[in-house]
């Protein structure tokens, strides 16, 4: 071949080559980039209609994934939606999804760090993240696995020198949230339809338990020594010496009583999900 040809061969594919259609994957990523960072490259992709230009069809797009992502966040939250109402709740949903882009394409995930996110962003309205915890735990203990929880006729079989070295773990749907603030008032409240308490930051915390009693995710305050009791259970502490510890915190007299009825409720509520005996 003659080197003028030749030399025409490799200016025609070389042009080619610079005009060669994207693949699918390559339009797939630019089109993603575009909804998510604003990046505009995929404009090229687009035609102009008769009506309009590519910019205002590709914004349909753009605003319609982000509406739809509000609405996940407002679907998962409908407390803190109702506490905020609807301009406050859009203008904190929409930082989160600036903040925290979607990383999964399971939509059940998208809003499950609000919480962290609320903490960060609004250090001074504690009670929008613990509302958010609360509504995440309930959220988390509706779909938590199915475990057959602990019966009373189970600790029936256990003989009386063995109690005290009995260790208990929760069920799956159980989770404690501490709280600084009176959110739990504030969640009632609102569930009810009632006009929510001010703000209260406490100078105790105050324990807050969620979990699922049969198909109904539920929550309850811990009043403190129930808490604490509670939180040594599960990790593993022996019967004996959670006794040892209610009779620490108060009257060592009917301390026995007390840690009693605390584990009677717990597994008449459904919280514990298995027992180990020493044996």
Same mark, same amino acid.
């Given at each position: 071949m003659p080197p003028a040809v030749a030399q025409s061969k490799q200016v025609e594919l070389s042009a080619n080559a610079d005009t060669a259609m994207p693949s699918l994957s390559e339009m797939q990523a630019s089109f993603q980039r575009s909804v998510l960072l604003g990046d505009s490259a995929v404009l090229s992709e687009?035609?102009?209609?008769?009506?309009?230009?590519?910019?205002?069809?590709?914004?349909? +797009?753009?605003? *319609? +994934?982000?509406?739809?992502? $509000?609405? $996940?966040? =407002?679907?998962?939250?409908?407390?803190?939606?109702a506490y905020l109402g609807d301009a406050?709740?859009?203008?904190?949903?929409?930082? +989160? &999804? *600036?903040? =925290?882009?979607?990383?999964?394409?399971?939509?059940?995930?998208?809003?499950?760090?609000?919480?962290?996110?609320?903490?960060?962003?609004?250090?001074?309205?504690p009670q929008h993240a613990e509302l958010a915890s609360l509504e995440r735990a309930l959220n988390d203990a509706f779909d938590a696995p199915d475990r057959e929880p602990l019966a009373l006729s189970d600790l029936a079989l256990i003989p009386p020198e063995d109690w005290s070295g009995l260790v208990f773990a929760p069920h799956p749907s159980a989770r404690l949230i501490d709280c600084v603030t009176n959110a739990h008032a504030i969640w009632l409240a609102v569930k009810s339809g009632k006009t929510p308490p001010l703000v209260e930051i406490r100078g105790e915390r105050?324990? &807050?338990?969620?979990?699922r009693q049969d198909t109904t995710p539920k929550l309850r305050c811990m009043l403190a020594e129930e808490a604490m009791?509670?939180?040594? *259970? &599960?990790?593993? $502490?022996?019967?004996?010496?959670?006794?040892?510890?209610?009779?620490?915190?108060?009257?060592?007299?009917?301390?026995?009583?007390?840690?009693?009825?605390h584990l009677q409720g717990w597994i008449v509520s459904g919280l514990l999900g298995k027992i180990t005996s020493p044996n």
């Open positions: 687009i035609l102009d209609n008769s009506r309009t230009d590519r910019s205002v069809l590709f914004g349909v +797009y753009r605003h *319609a +994934y982000f509406a739809r992502l $509000v609405e $996940v966040v =407002r679907n998962d939250h409908p407390l803190l939606y406050a709740f859009d203008q904190i949903a929409r930082a +989160y &999804i *600036a903040a =925290r882009p979607s990383q999964n394409q399971n939509a059940r995930w998208f809003s499950h760090l609000l919480p962290e996110y609320l903490t960060e962003a609004h250090p001074f309205d105050e324990s &807050i338990l969620v979990w009791m509670w939180k040594e *259970a &599960i990790k593993g $502490v022996p019967f004996g010496d959670l006794c040892e510890l209610v009779a620490i915190y108060d009257d060592p007299e009917t301390a026995p009583l007390r840690s009693a009825q």
